[in-house]
């Protein structure tokens, strides 16, 4: 077989898996025991396999997520209140499926943002668009998107994105016009797309920390009510991090 114009072709289609495939049987010795149909498969599904992994790698590359991290890291053992039976269940991504929200609250340090991270690498695994942004960056970003025309935009990616994460929610009050802005993503979302939010307030002092009542009953009544909910406790993951660093 004339297999260098072979391997030019498939690098000219943009068929690298097959292409890396077909080397790597020119190395195996026992490769003639395997009929044709058998070592087209075996080259067909290495392109898959490589196709799948490039999509994988571009949709973490756009989820920015602030933690590199899995489920499978995270640590059941520490007394914070994290029911593994609850996060097995979000591990198989009906809820975004269902377009259903997570809120996650406790003290600072521990994990809040971890667990989102986690959530959002494995709903990327499963094939989600997702994004994170720290609620201040999200309103930053909006501010200047109306300064340059980018808005109409941004919000638009925002309305698509399958799993958008919004971290430290209420750390700062909002403006009337952040207050606006995170409405019409609400609502563009409702029922069709998933937000994770994490906060350091428990769910019930959020409607004071919104500020105004009547935004503050209609960003709620779209975020909360078709929510799961965890609500850690105990003590910083960091300094228990520290301390075992130090024994």
Known sequence: ?????????????RLPGMLKALQEQQRMPDIGTLGFEERLGLLIDRELTERENRRLATRLKKA??????????LDFKASRGLDKTLILSLAACTWI???????ICG???????????????????EGYSVLYLRLPRLFEELRLAKADG?????????????????????????ADAQRRDLLEIL?????KRSTIVTSQLPVNAWHEAIGDPTLADAILDRLVHNAHKIELKGDSMRKHAISLDQN
């Open 1 to 13: 077989m004339l297999t260098h114009p072979t391997l030019e072709k498939l690098q000219s289609l």
């Open 64 to 73: 920015k997520l602030r933690h590199c991290c899995c489920l499978e890291d």
């Open 97 to 103: 499926a269902r377009g259903l929200n997570l809120l």
């Open 107 to 125: 003290p600072t340090g521990i994990g809040k943002s971890y667990l989102a991270c986690a959530l959002g690498h494995k709903a990327s695994l």
């Open 150 to 174: 980018r808005y109409g935009k941004l919000m638009l990616g925002y309305a698509k994105t399958d799993l958008l994460i919004l971290d430290d929610w209420g750390l700062t009050p909002m």
């Open 187 to 191: 609502e563009d979302r409702y029922g």
